[in-house]
């Protein structure tokens, strides 16, 4: 089992900026995938960002493609996301996932979950 754990997350005023981690330990392999969701109570998670196990290619929402930068360094076992320019529509809790397989922007194609991180952005 792959634990997965967030951090990083606080508030802060609109156009500021925040840095987001994601800590994996237990059966963690650096070839899975990681991607970033975010969710607000009463709407559905959605995809932010996503990279690949070798951090060659990253992937965005168009919402944050731009102001949000996803990196990983496999040596730490850690994923990041710089947000920066932030808005109060990026208000969320942000969870973390790690996925063995093929995936793309769905929930389901994702093994394992943080349980999140809560950004509140201030007009």
Known sequence: QVQ???SGGGLVQAGGSLRLSCAASGRFLSAYAMAWFRQTPGKEREFVARITGSGARTYY???VKG???ISRDNAKNTVYLQMNSLKPEDTAVYYCAAGSGTVTIYRY?????GKGTQVTVSS
């Open 4 to 6: 997965l754990v967030e």
């Open 61 to 63: 929402a168009d919402s």
């Open 67 to 69: 102001r949000f930068t």
């Open 109 to 113: 194609q994702y093994d394992n979950w």
